[in-house]
């Protein structure tokens, strides 16, 4: 196992390397897609652009305020928490978890602040049913939280070295 300094350093580099590629992957959509665009990539996926001005998958999109400034602070808040849990942290599992996560917190903050919206543009469906448009920094949190929920398994209070 490697040391402890090792697991944090891991976990600032996931962070650093999912936040720029959300930034990155969102400045080339900004580029070569237009909002009224849908670009069929397979039957299933196609890239579009869609700003969400809510929370995860849309919710609090029809609120007639912005609230970018507040869910921003929220993010930057939840990330310097898991900041210092990632200090603490002594598994790769749940240092690549928590890193995935505030990469994503913070690329997804990046957004509200430049734009007042997240700029979102995967998007899956099958005949009628779809799932809401999401992006990199999405992924990120969703399979950190993954890891973060693994590690719980693998590593049960009081086993970890």
């Not at 580099?13 to 990539?41: G, H, M, P, W, Y």
């Not at 978890?97 to 700029?119: K, M």
């Not at 049960?156 to 070295?161: F, I, L, M, N, T």
């Amino acid at each position: 196992m490697i040391g402890r300094g090792k697991f944090l350093n891991f976990g600032l580099f996931v962070a650093v390397f999912t936040c720029i590629l959300d930034q990155v992957s969102k400045q080339l959509v900004l580029k070569f897609i237009n909002a009224a665009e849908v670009i069929r990539v397979l039957p299933v996926f196609d890239l579009v652009l869609v700003w969400n001005r809510g929370v995860s998958f849309g919710m609090l999109n029809s609120l007639k305020i912005d609230i970018s400034v507040f869910l921003s602070g929220i993010a930057f808040g939840v990330s310097i928490a898991l900041f210092i849990w990632l200090l603490r942290v002594k598994t790769w599992t749940l240092s690549l978890g928590l890193g995935l996560i505030i990469g994503g917190a913070i690329g997804n903050a990046v957004d509200r602040i430049r734009f007042g919206a997240v700029t979102d543009f995967f998007y899956f469906h099958w005949h009628q049913f779809s799932f809401p448009a999401f992006n990199v920094a999405d992924m990120g949190i969703s399979v950190g939280v993954f890891f973060v929920l693994l590690d719980s398994f693998l590593y049960p209070k009081g086993e970890r070295s």
